[in-house]
């Protein structure tokens, strides 16, 4: 079984422990049963930019939402079920200018984490060059 405080100290310490994040904070968690929940976390990845977390757990269903912004959103990772002719369905990924694309994630929030991670160290990449 999955609980609040495990999940949101899992991924709390995969954030922490990563070198593209800066600061790590819980900025809202509610547990409506041991088996249902909510948190949002945010990640500093730079003075300007931040990772935004929203995980809701539901008797083991989980709906997510990844959010890189600055001023305006940079990017997105979301399983909200639209765009359901996409071969990732629910999962896709919402570039900065409005396309939207196919997505990695496939709803585990441990795993998931590293590969927005790995997709943010490459944006930066791409941003520097």
């Known amino acids: 079984m999955t609980s609040l405080p495990s999940m949101l100290g899992k991924v709390v310490a995969i954030l922490q422990s990563h070198p593209v994040c ?16 909510y948190f949002k976390i945010r990640a500093d990845i730079s003075e300007t930019t931040k990772l935004q977390i929203r995980i809701y757990y ?9 959010q890189l912004f600055a001023d305006i959103p940079i990017c997105r990772w979301d399983n909200k079920e639209e765009f ?27 795993r998931d984490i590293q590969v927005v991670l790995q997709e943010i160290v490459q944006l930066s990449k791409l941003e520097k060059k």
């Open 22 to 37: 800066k600061k790590v904070i819980s900025i809202d968690t509610k547990e409506f049963s041991p088996d249902q929940f």
């Open 58 to 66: 539901n008797r083991g269903h989980i709906d997510y939402a990844y």
């Open 84 to 110: 359901s002719s996409l071969s990732t369905f629910p999962h896709h990924y919402h570039e900065h200018q409005g396309f939207v694309k196919l997505s990695p994630l496939r709803g585990d929030p441990i």
